[in-house]
């Protein structure tokens, strides 16, 4: 009787179909389901290094890497040390531990202008919290998001434009009453214009302005210089909290974050709220938020802002956490890590070149994205308008020939320290072919 329940033998298709009896849609994070590229999800039995098998045991060169966490590679031994030291010692205690310390303390000295960080279990919570927190120091209501970031499924961030310039913004899933979203305003990412007549409209009632500073959820669109320089000067100005919403380009992009990508070039540059996951927990449950001390005595037990989380600082994921920290700040990390990015992208637009292909592509530090389009998008309506059924046809193209690129075209996609040269010329080969084809 067991075995009819085992998945030993069962291919990709018939996990799909036995999933989707007992799961909407057959996942638990909608993305996995190859809506948008069609086809049937993969089901992953065992990753190592830098690659991934499915249920019919075929081989994967991944460049998903859990969407962001897996920057060492899958399987990395000091990690998987650290973490089976942890489970042994106890798996949850719901009562502060050294670790906690510890990779708060690893987070403020990484990142200046960070004194105190709380942390959470998902993105999704921490970038809530932010909020929460942002609205309780400034006792204000309103904020600005972008369209095409994606800060989590919290009811107030699923919002889209309005029809007007600096209009509310309209729910984008059903179960959000347009209540819960009448103090959002979504902007176009980019747009300098927008923005100020933005602030001058609501300057005063903003609480906080959230952005992805490099924005992964329109596969790779980052904030222009001026643009960025300008929204600092605006919160600064009306006293709002600009807040960086790095749970995918942190410790991702480079060790201090885009946030120290931006300080590189704008001089004094930094936000006043930084909001970290994905990495931070090296592929367990762990996400942050994190600001200056006096902004975070609002936080509950110290102040009026109510937060709270029973896994939350949890010491299997701190162990994890802590173990890939350890591992990614050891010194010229992240130089080969941005080479070996940077020749995947260069890599593929030379193949794409040599097929008459218009590619347009970026990275930055382990992070990259690529667009059917002759120039990099400034913002998503222009990353919605590049060639989606090309897009869908290259992806399954890769996926045929072992390469698991992200399943959508508004998505980035990420290189580990575990893939080799060999890895990368392997998978511009695979593209040379799908080029062609
Ligand atoms: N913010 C950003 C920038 C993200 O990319 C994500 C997840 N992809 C989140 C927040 C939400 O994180 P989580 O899925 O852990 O809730």
Redesign the pocket.
Known sequence: ERSAVSTDRLTNEQLFERAQRVIPGGVN?PVRAFRAVGGTPRFITRAAGAFMWDAEDKRYIDYIGS??PMILGHGHPAVLEAVQRAVTEGLSFGAPTEREIQLAETIVDLVPGIEQVRLVS??????MSAIRLARGATGRSKLIKFEG?????ADALLVKAGSGLATFGHPTSAGVPPEVVQHTLVLEYNNIEQLEAAFAQHGAALACVMI?PIA??MNFVRAAMPFMKRLRELCTQHGALLVF?????GFRVALGGAQSVYAAAIPGFAPDIS?F??VIGGGMPL?AFGTSKAIMQHLAPLGAVYQAGTLSGNPVATACGLATLTEIAKPGFFAALAARTRSLVDGLQQAARAADVPLAVDSEGGMFGFFFAAELPQHYNAVMATDKARFNRFFHAMLDRGVYLAPALYEAGFVSAAHTADDIAATIAAAREAFAA
């Open positions: 994070s969407w962001g998902s993105g999704t919570e921490a970038a970031c994606y800060h989590g499924h992805e992964g959820n919403d790095e749970v995918m380009t909001v996951g994905k996400a």
